[in-house]
């Protein structure tokens, strides 16, 4: 029976899914764009100039993104797919070894050897293929994980995660720009770390404090880059 609040395979794969990708996008567009944009910055006052960077950055950070998740998830599925494909072959083929493999694994699992047996006799009975992707393989036939969705969530999430610098950035005015930049993108990845803790169910100062120090990192290196080639041009 299940609890309130506790998480369970069938929602949470699909959960997780979402969240990976959309954490890490929304998480790479705040950071990436705004180390492009501070450094941009570092190196010119061209209000143009910057908004360029980052909007540039903005749509190749989301295409490359999405297309990284695309194949990711792709070559995931694919695997998943050849297994489940080989799994069907071996109960077509040898039905009554498979039983026995699968009431090993109960068996594994600190079951008796009878009521293993048993278990996997009513299983297969039910739905061996199922039954042997569950158990043998961690895989439910009916919930594979989908790069379209993937995709999508890392296109979107990069995206406006990216425009928290772009606009911080741009907006102000030329003595105003990095420190608004700076504070608008820490409290974005603090935001981040927040719903990645709260949905994930993981520690939230942590995955704050991981946010932040990579943003903070992120943000000094490249300003300072570009005051070096700001300096060094001209």
């Known amino acids: ?14 959960r997780l899914n979402w969240l990976r990708a959309g954490v890490l996008g929304a998480n ?9 944009v501070v450094g941009v910055a570092g190196a010119t006052t061209d209000r143009t100039a910057i908004l360029a960077a980052g909007v540039a950055g903005l749509v190749a950070g989301s295409l490359s993104m999405a297309g990284g998740e695309y194949v990711s998830v792709s070559t995931q599925r694919d695997t998943e797919q050849a297994a489940l494909d080989k799994e069907r072959r071996e109960l077509r083929d040898m039905p009554a070894e498979e039983e026995r493999e699968l009431a090993g694994i109960y ?12 278990v996997a006799a009513e299983l297969t009975e039910k739905d061996a293929f199922r039954a042997h992707a569950q158990a043998e393989l961690q895989i439910d036939p009916d919930n594979l994980t989908s790069p379209w969705q993937a995709a999508w969530a890392s296109l979107v999430s990069f995206a406006l995660g990216a425009l928290v610098p772009v606009v911080a ?15 608008s993108v820490l409290l974005g990845l603090v935001a981040t770390g927040l719903v990645s803790a709260r949905l994930g169910g993981g520690e939230p100062r942590r995955a704050v404090a991981r946010n932040v120090l990579m943003g903070a990192t992120t943000m000094v290196v490249t300003y300072y880059i570009g005051v070096l080639f700001g300096v060094t041009v001209g």
Do not use: F, K, N, Y
Not at 28 to 36: C, E, R, Y
């Open 1 to 14: 029976m299940a609890h309130p609040g506790e998480p369970h395979h069938d929602d949470l794969a699909g």
């Open 28 to 36: 790479d567009g705040i950071v990436s764009t705004a180390g492009l």
């Open 107 to 118: 068996q594994e699992q600190g079951l008796s050897a009878e009521l293993a047996a048993q």
């Open 169 to 183: 950035i741009t907006a102000p005015p030329t003595s105003w720009r990095v420190w608004t930049c700076v504070v």
